[in-house]
């Protein structure tokens, strides 16, 4: 035991400090989507010892996963993710919770979903379920951590409802959706990676949140951006709420 912890926290206790664990002992954070980005966002957040995981995937495991998904092996093609994801992870951490959803994100479910969420992960792939899980956060005021890959790119947005920017600021029209996107493994890697991270000091209170920024990642340089971003007073989605509301 680490000052009344497992030993599993000893490494980071020195970091976020006892008071640190009891916040991620009491959080609960829900994942959209649980493959490259939210293989590695969970891996972590389970890791550093969240009390409640939700995970959302409505698909199964494909072999054209497992370049990048490092929740799956060849074992599990034709599986349902969650229900694969939610073994491992039970497996790296036994104390945390684990509730998998088997479903695709829609405006029916969403708002049933994060409910009663510390904070919400996007780690999805489609920009219709973006801005559908964007919407349900900011009228909940739930924090959402938004990221996305393709190729050797990445971005990263800390969307915190009444404070920052929400996405329809960021991107006011739909991007156009692309299917079967070229990924290089490590390019989620270090996005989901990221996400964690500001996750994590989110609920701990250690470090700077990258709030009102975009991070972009370019991986064919390795250089990282970061984009000053302002509210849309005018957005239709957070333009009428403010951070006391």
């Not at 972590?44 to 959302?56: N, Q």
């Not at 992870?89 to 509730?99: C, S």
Request: charged share 25%; glycine share 10%; proline share 6%.
């Amino acid at each position: 035991m680490a000052e009344g912890f497992p030993e599993r926290y000893s490494r980071q206790l020195p970091i976020i400090g006892k008071e640190g664990q009891d916040k991620l002992r009491k959080a609960t954070i829900t994942i959209i989507g649980v493959g490259g980005l939210g293989g590695i966002v969970s891996y972590y957040l389970v890791s550093a010892g969240i009390k409640h995981l939700k995970i959302v995937d409505g698909d199964r495991v494909e072999e054209s996963n497992l370049n990048r998904q490092i929740l799956y092996s060849t074992d599990d093609i034709g599986k349902v993710k969650v229900e694969v994801a939610a073994e491992k992870l039970k497996r790296i951490n036994p104390d945390v919770v684990i509730e998998p959803y088997h479903t695709l994100l829609s405006e029916d479910n969403v708002e049933e979903i994060i409910d009663k969420s510390t904070l919400v992960i996007d780690a999805l792939d489609k920009w219709s379920s973006r801005f559908i899980l964007n919407k349900a956060c900011v009228e909940k005021k739930i924090p959402l951590i938004h990221g996305g890959v393709e190729g050797l790119l990445g971005q990263l947005i800390v969307i915190i409802p009444g404070k920052t920017p929400c996405l329809k600021c960021v991107l006011p029209k739909k991007p156009p959706e692309k299917r079967g996107l070229p990924i290089l493994g490590p390019t989620p890697g270090i996005i989901g990676s990221m996400q964690a991270l500001e996750a994590i000091k989110f609920i701990t209170g250690i470090g700077k949140i990258q709030a009102g920024i975009v991070i972009l990642f370019n991986g064919y340089n390795n250089e990282i951006r970061k984009i000053p971003i302002r509210r849309n007073s005018k957005c239709p989605i957070c333009g009428g709420i403010n951070k006391h509301s």
